[in-house]
């Protein structure tokens, strides 16, 4: 198996697109229920699908970066009419 690092540029270049697909998948999953017609909706489910395989091959690509960037365990509080949110 070939063994590389992808160059600083590459991984932040990658990061991006992996970062705008799943914008898309979400944005394509939450329309999804506020479409009425059908092909539309089949279209936007082979849009998901389509857009979930190239994120897994995005991701494989992305272990080849030279740096890490570990998924953090607690998500920011959202701000909500200028007061932070309470979490419990």
């Not at 160059?7 to 970062?19: F, I, K, Q, T, Y």
């Not at 059908?38 to 936007?44: A, G, K, T």
């Not at 959202?78 to 979490?87: A, L, V």
């Amino acid at each position: 198996m070939n063994q590389y690092k992808l160059a600083p540029h590459e991984s932040l270049d990658l990061h991006e697109a992996v970062n705008f697909k799943t914008l898309c998948v979400a944005k394509s999953k939450l329309m999804q229920g506020l479409v009425f017609d059908q092909d539309l909706r089949e279209l936007m489910e082979k849009d998901v699908r389509q857009s979930m395989a190239d994120l897994a091959e995005l991701q494989d690509i992305y272990k080849h970066a030279p740096f890490e960037a570990p998924v953090p365990e607690s998500r920011p509080t959202p701000i909500i009419d200028g007061k932070e949110g309470q979490t419990h």
